[in-house]
């Protein structure tokens, strides 16, 4: 089943901050955040796993609350680069098994 | 360093048609995944593999067959060809999912008349 992203989508301005969702009808064990801009492939920003804590990447940083089932990602004052489709990705209990993905989540920052 | 190579590129396919998309990658990855992207959807996962002679089914495996021989390839096959196929087609592995992320490849985009 799909983890349920929030918002749909997000605009910005040079320099502000904006949190992304990812939430899950089963038991989160790991979720990957990737961004992908429009018309490249996805690229991998960063996994949080179980009984982990929040880890961060430039000014992107992300949680993991496990009995919420949900991951949040945060991008505090957000620079035009940060523009692109976020997703979360998560996976199952098993070392093995492939990411489901989120709908994703369009962010536009602008000048 | 090449990383995870797809090809071809861009495809037109008419209906009832087969054809493979290949997916090699270059970094003695063993976990291997091929996903269609369809706009609003986000990437939905068809197969997946765990190493050589390993393959599962995803989400959206219907229509689609996949083998892994060796390590370094994951072709995915469309056993004859539906309008409902148009989508771009993403191929990713990953040293350890549980460790690290997964390298996409540039994808391919696939339109069937």
């Known amino acids: 089943q799909q983890p349920v992203q929030s918002p749909q989508a997000v605009i910005l301005r040079e320099g502000e901050d904006a949190v992304i969702n990812c939430s899950s009808s089963?038991?989160?064990?790991?979720v990957h955040w990737y961004r992908q801009k429009h018309g490249e492939a996805p690229v991998f920003l960063m996994i949080l796993l179980k009984g982990g804590e929040q880890k961060g990447h430039e000014k992107i940083s992300a949680s993991f609350n496990e009995k919420k089932q949900q991951s949040s990602l945060y991008l505090t004052a957000s620079q035009l680069s940060y523009s692109g489709t976020y997703f979360c990705g998560t996976g199952g209990p098993q070392a093995g098994t492939a990411l489901i993905f989120g709908k994703g989540t369009t962010l536009s920052v602008s000048s | 360093n090449a990383g995870v190579t797809q090809t071809p590129k861009f495809q037109v396919l008419k209906t009832g048609q087969s054809m493979t998309l290949q997916c090699a990658q270059d970094?003695?990855?063993?976990?291997m995944s091929w996903y269609r992207q369809d706009p609003g959807m986000g990437l939905r996962l068809i197969h997946y593999?765990?190493?050589?002679?390993?393959?599962d089914q995803g989400e959206v495996p219907n229509g689609y067959n996949v083998s892994r021989s060796t390590t370094e390839d994951f072709p995915l096959r469309l056993l004859s060809a539906a309008p409902s196929q148009t989508s771009v087609y993403f191929c990713?592995?990953?040293?350890?999912?549980?460790?690290?992320?997964?390298?996409f490849g540039s994808g391919t985009r696939l339109t069937v008349v």
């Open positions: 990713a592995s990953s040293y350890s999912p549980g460790v690290g992320g997964y390298t």
């Open positions: 593999s765990v190493g050589a002679g390993i393959t």
């Open positions: 089963k038991a989160l064990y790991s």
């Open positions: 970094m003695n990855h063993e976990y």
